[in-house]
Each structure stands twice: as structure tokens, then as C-alpha cells.
């Protein structure tokens, strides 16, 4: 691998708009991240990532980016702490199996639950979500089995690709378990982070992360994830959810294009 100051900076970009998206729409940013990784550097002429080592990088870097999103968030009562207890224990076990698995998985396989999970979540984002707002913060009830069950599944498929899955939780949280939307990014924010413990630490421990771009990708993460978290609390929650749906749709195409073509 090639660690030219010109690479460097490349992977710099890469995480810090891909960290600011994810702070401002409530994602740890790997459903942006992963395919600029994967093409963007080959595009350039530089080293191109293999899916796994592309995977690993997104792990360690998603579980500082989300870091810096929830430090964002931490006033305001958008922390539903019943919420991230239940989804978060489950998504950790989860995530580590799955990082953990993938080890034992083809690069096309990697590649083809990522598109898997980028279609569901794009299909889920584009149903309508109605009068999910009008609830007050304090009085927001959920099936606490129901969102378990789901940050599990959520978790083993997140863990493969090196994601912590919220690219996939926030239309669960939104469709299904019906959380306010400033809820749901925060909350999401917190559950991915702890998600991202389970999936990095299996990464870890079969040798799949690459420290040095992973390095650069944290620095990004670090600035720009606040500064998008920052941005978000201004936007209508409205124009968050359709900036997320495009860029999941976008995504699910480009990776079925890649792996059908």
C-alpha cells in the first residue's frame, strides 16, 4: 500500500464529508463511506482497498465519527436511553459476530450483504412515515423486544461489512418502532457506537484493519462528525430523511451495478 501524502489526503476527504453527512443525518456514514473507499482511490489511479480492508477501515473510523455525533447531541432530551440500552446490547452481540465471521467470507460476499442491507434500508426509507413527530420526547413508548430482535439481525449484517448499521436502524426506528425523528438520529448515533465496539473488535482480532488510513478517517471523523451533528439540529427533519433516502438508494444501485455487472 502506497501511504503518499496525495493518498493520505484522498482518505482524508473521504471521511470527513463522509462524516459530516453522518453527524447531520444521524448514520455513522458508512453507507457513504464504503463504496467512496472502495472506488473513489482506484478512480485516482492510487491503491485501490479490497472490500475487507475497506470494511475494516469503516469499523475503527465509525466508532469515533459516532463519537462525536452523540457528544452533539447529549442536551436536549433527544437520548432515549431506554432505547439505546435495549438496541445497543443486542446490535454489540451482533456486530461481533459478524465481524468477527466475515473473516471467513469472499470480498463478492461482503459486497452482496452490503447491497442487501442497502436496499432494505433505501425501500424503508422511501415508505411514508406519518405523525411520527407529533409525539412530546417524554411520552415516546416502543416494543422494547420488538427493537431488540431487530439491532440483533441489524448487527450481524453491519458487523460483516464493517458498518455499525445505522444506515438500516434509522428507518426501523422511524417505519417500525415509530421514534420521533430527532430521537431516532440521536438515539441512532448512540446504538451505532456501541454496535461499532462489536464489529471493530472483530475486525480487529482477525486482522482486517489497515491503521493507517484508519487514522486518517478518526482525525475527519473527529472534526467534521460535530460539526454535521451541529448543522442537523437546523435542518427540517423532513429534507434529513430525503438527504438519507438518496444517498441509500444511490448506493444499493451502484454496489448491484458492481456486483451484477
Same mark, same amino acid.
Given at each position: 500500500?502506497?501511504?503518499?501524502i496525495y493518498f493520505l489526503a484522498v482518505i482524508f476527504l473521504i471521511g470527513f464529508v463522509g462524516s459530516f453527512v453522518s453527524g447531520m443525518v444521524g448514520i455513522g456514514g458508512s453507507i457513504i463511506k464504503y463504496p467512496m473507499l472502495l472506488y473513489i482511490p482506484a478512480l485516482l489511479g492510487l491503491s485501490a482497498f479490497t472490500a475487507h480492508e475497506v470494511a475494516g477501515i469503516s469499523a475503527v473510523q465509525v466508532l469515533f465519527a459516532t463519537i462525536g455525533g452523540v457528544w452533539a447531541y447529549r442536551k436536549g432530551g433527544y437520548l432515549n436511553k431506554k432505547l439505546i440500552l435495549y438496541m445497543g446490547i443486542s446490535i454489540l452481540i451482533g456486530s461481533f459476530i459478524g465481524g468477527f465471521g466475515s473473516k471467513f467470507m469472499t470480498d463478492g460476499g461482503v459486497n452482496l450483504v452490503y447491497g442487501i442491507l442497502a436496499t432494505i434500508a433505501a425501500i424503508m426509507m422511501f415508505i411514508p412515515k406519518k405523525n411520527i413527530d407529533d409525539v412530546p420526547m417524554d411520552q415516546v413508548t416502543f416494543n422494547k423486544w420488538l427493537a431488540a430482535s431487530f439491532a440483533f439481525l441489524v448487527g450481524i449484517g453491519a458487523g460483516i461489512v464493517g458498518a455499525a448499521g445505522a444506515f438500516i436502524l434509522v428507518p426501523i426506528m422511524l417505519l417500525v418502532l415509530k421514534i420521533p425523528t430527532r430521537m431516532t438520529i440521536a438515539s441512532s448515533l448512540a446504538i451505532t457506537f456501541i454496535s461499532s465496539i462489536g464489529s471493530t473488535a472483530g475486525k480487529v482480532f482477525t486482522g482486517q484493519v489497515l491503521f493507517i488510513p484508519a487514522v486518517v478517517m478518526i482525525v475527519a471523523s473527529l472534526i467534521a462528525s460535530p460539526?454535521?451533528? !451541529?448543522?442537523?439540529?437546523?435542518? !427540517?427533519t423532513k429534507i434529513l430523511q430525503i438527504i438519507l433516502a438518496l444517498l441509500i438508494l444511490g448506493t444499493a444501485i451502484k454496489i448491484w451495478i458492481e456486483l451484477l455487472g
Amino acid at each position: 500500500m502506497d501511504y503518499s501524502i496525495y493518498f493520505l489526503a484522498v482518505i482524508f476527504l473521504i471521511g470527513f464529508v463522509g462524516s459530516f453527512v453522518s453527524g447531520m443525518v444521524g448514520i455513522g456514514g458508512s453507507i457513504i463511506k464504503y463504496p467512496m473507499l472502495l472506488y473513489i482511490p482506484a478512480l485516482l489511479g492510487l491503491s485501490a482497498f479490497t472490500a475487507h480492508e475497506v470494511a475494516g477501515i469503516s469499523a475503527v473510523q465509525v466508532l469515533f465519527a459516532t463519537i462525536g455525533g452523540v457528544w452533539a447531541y447529549r442536551k436536549g432530551g433527544y437520548l432515549n436511553k431506554k432505547l439505546i440500552l435495549y438496541m445497543g446490547i443486542s446490535i454489540l452481540i451482533g456486530s461481533f459476530i459478524g465481524g468477527f465471521g466475515s473473516k471467513f467470507m469472499t470480498d463478492g460476499g461482503v459486497n452482496l450483504v452490503y447491497g442487501i442491507l442497502a436496499t432494505i434500508a433505501a425501500i424503508m426509507m422511501f415508505i411514508p412515515k406519518k405523525n411520527i413527530d407529533d409525539v412530546p420526547m417524554d411520552q415516546v413508548t416502543f416494543n422494547k423486544w420488538l427493537a431488540a430482535s431487530f439491532a440483533f439481525l441489524v448487527g450481524i449484517g453491519a458487523g460483516i461489512v464493517g458498518a455499525a448499521g445505522a444506515f438500516i436502524l434509522v428507518p426501523i426506528m422511524l417505519l417500525v418502532l415509530k421514534i420521533p425523528t430527532r430521537m431516532t438520529i440521536a438515539s441512532s448515533l448512540a446504538i451505532t457506537f456501541i454496535s461499532s465496539i462489536g464489529s471493530t473488535a472483530g475486525k480487529v482480532f482477525t486482522g482486517q484493519v489497515l491503521f493507517i488510513p484508519a487514522v486518517v478517517m478518526i482525525v475527519a471523523s473527529l472534526i467534521a462528525s460535530p460539526l454535521g451533528a !451541529n448543522f442537523g439540529k437546523k435542518v !427540517n427533519t423532513k429534507i434529513l430523511q430525503i438527504i438519507l433516502a438518496l444517498l441509500i438508494l444511490g448506493t444499493a444501485i451502484k454496489i448491484w451495478i458492481e456486483l451484477l455487472g
